[in-house]
Structure formats: C-alpha cells, structure tokens
C-alpha cells in the first residue's frame, strides 16, 4: 500500500510565505508525476503545480511566478514553496502521484490534505 502525507500547512498574513511538503511511503517501484491540487471552500479541486520524474515543472496561471514546486526522488517527496501568498490561496493543499508498486500497479495516489489559511 502506498501513503502519501501533506505537512506544512498553517495560518499566513498575506504577502508571507509557506513550504508545504508530502513524503511517500510504501511498497513503491517507482514514483511518476507528482502535483499538487487545493480545493476552497464552495469551490472544486483545483490543479495547483505539477513535476515529472525528470524535474521537468507546470504551474497554473494563478500561482506562476509565486509557486516553486520541486522534488526530492531519494526521498521520495514533493514540495511546494509558496511566497507571495493572497488571500485566494486559502485552500486545503492536496499531494497527488503517480505511483508503480512493487506488484507492477499503477495507481494515482492522493494525500489527505493540508489546511493553509492566509488572512489580511
């Protein structure tokens, strides 16, 4: 079974920053693409950052500019370095990977989230 864990999550003023990170855990072979995505109240998960394997980075429009994603493949862990973070940022933070375990399957992985909250 493979685990994703979100940490780093908290309270912000705006304009400050937060590094989220999500480690992976399990019978893992070998770890694809990883994201992140968030999700605001009322509203629908969205698509935040992405990282191949090859450190290969995509970021959403909204947080290009201000959101760093990276990875550390030894570790098997994402990050996501948010500065300049808006009021709009307020969202939980879910991980998201693509995983091949040790018994060849491939699964899309999700952690369980991580609150940040940015306020004024």
């Known amino acids: 079974q493979v685990q994703l864990v979100e940490s780093g999550g908290g309270l912000v003023q705006a304009g400050g920053s937060l590094r989220l990170s999500c480690a992976t855990s399990g019978s893992i072979l070998r770890i694809g693409d990883m994201g992140w995505y968030r999700q605001a109240p009322g509203k629908q998960r969205e698509w935040v950052a992405a990282?191949?394997?090859?450190?290969?980075?995509k970021y959403a429009d909204s947080v290009k500019g201000r959101f760093t994603i990276s990875r550390d493949n030894t570790k098997n862990t994402v990050y996501l370095q948010m500065n300049s973070l808006k009021l709009e940022d307020t969202a939980v933070y879910f991980c998201?990977?693509?995983?091949?375990?040790?018994?060849?399957?491939?699964?899309?992985?999700w952690g369980q989230g991580t609150q940040v909250t940015v306020s004024s």
């Open positions: 990282i191949t394997s090859g450190g290969s980075t």
């Open positions: 998201n990977a693509d995983v091949l375990s040790t018994t060849r399957s491939r699964t899309s992985v």
